[in-house]
């Protein structure tokens, strides 16, 4: 594993935190799970695979990769109605199935979420509630800061937990939209996959334990890994706004251990790629590593210079990414049918 890079930056805080080992990086555990973590989990995810998705999808908006991306909406819990894009081969069968998790801000267009790193793979891309245009909902903030704080006083209200909901919802209306990637038509396993960056890196390390319809997935510089070090961190993410109310609130961090990646995925058996980087201002470092460092099950792990900055070699680096995520997915998902 390379040694962390100096890159020249503006920001008043070190986006490696001191972290010049990177085998030091490796030895971040993750925090202990609350108690009723399991059955908390559990429990809102009978609540949402009881939900009726009632996906519609709309006609194709865009062909390109040798898909067609059509507008899609779908039910999630609560009844709220969100909306995105599902992109299906224009020729051949559908033999896999991906839900990506977008993220903070959203996503206004599929854009570099396509293709997918299978073809003939059908490609749910949702926006989660109250990110972007197709996941507005009234009453739930659209910036990033206030997003997630929004309902932060129980664990119960959390609008991260019905964010991790919509992701659920999602693989229901993929499945309910794709009935070849129904479980009566995969009789040799689950051929789902999940790809996350960011935001959608955490919720996907928060809902991956809990749902057996996945075969496998990546979580790209995941956030919301070890609450109680990320506290610590300054950043220029979201994590800014929730330490910043921890100041004035402290008794968050109740709460908040029943949304931390890392506990999550000391419970996350399927096969994972992990791409965290050694620099990163808005996502510290440590709590990206915890993430990995915590899971249950298989995992890879590929280390890049940097996250949320623009860097010399960035492009090679991500496709790099790009090759071993077609690799591994490749080899995980056909494996499970």
Do not use: K
């Not at 090759?323 to 591994?328: D, E, I, L, S």
């Amino acid at each position: 594993m390379a040694s962390p890079v100096a890159l020249a930056h503006d920001f008043p805080f070190d986006p490696a935190y001191g972290y010049d080992a990177p085998d030091a990086l490796l030895g971040i555990p993750a925090p202990p799970a609350p108690d009723g973590f399991d059955a908390f989990w559990r429990g809102r995810y009978a609540r949402a695979r009881a939900v009726d998705p009632r996906p519609v999808l709309g006609p194709v908006e865009e062909e390109r990769d040798g898909l067609r991306i059509h507008g899609v909406t779908y039910t999630s819990v609560g009844g709220v109605r969100l909306g995105g894009w599902l992109a299906l081969p224009a020729e051949g069968p559908v033999r896999y199935g991906f839900v990506v998790g977008h993220g903070y801000g959203g996503r206004q267009e599929p854009g570099r979420d396509l293709p997918p790193p299978l073809p003939g793979a059908a490609v749910l891309l949702p926006c989660v509630r109250g990110m972007g245009e197709r996941g507005r909902v009234d009453g739930i903030p659209d910036v990033a800061d206030a997003h997630v704080l929004h309902g932060i006083e129980s664990r119960a209200s959390y609008v991260i937990g019905d964010c991790v909901a919509d992701l659920w919802c999602a693989a229901s209306a993929l499945t309910a939209l794709v009935p070849e990637l129904e479980p009566a038509g995969r009789p040799g396993g689950p051929r789902l996959g999940y790809l996350g960056e960011s935001f959608g890196g955490g919720l996907g390390a928060l809902a991956l334990p809990w749902d057996d319809r996945f075969g496998a997935a990546q979580l790209t510089v995941p956030t919301f890994g070890n609450h109680p070090l990320r506290l610590t961190l300054p950043c220029a993410g979201s994590g800014e706004a929730v330490r910043a109310h921890h100041r004035e609130h402290p008794g968050v961090t109740e709460v908040l251990g029943y949304f931390d990646a890392a506990t999550a995925a000391t419970r996350l058996t399927l096969p994972t790629l992990i791409a965290a980087a050694l620099f990163d201002p808005s996502v510290p470092p440590p709590g990206q590593f915890a993430v990995h460092n915590a899971l249950a099950g298989e995992r890879e792990l590929q280390v890049l210079t940097a996250g949320h900055f623009a860097y010399r070699g960035m492009a090679a680096e991500a496709a790099e990414l790009e090759a071993n995520r077609t690799r591994f997915f490749a080899e995980r998902l056909t494996a499970a049918r």
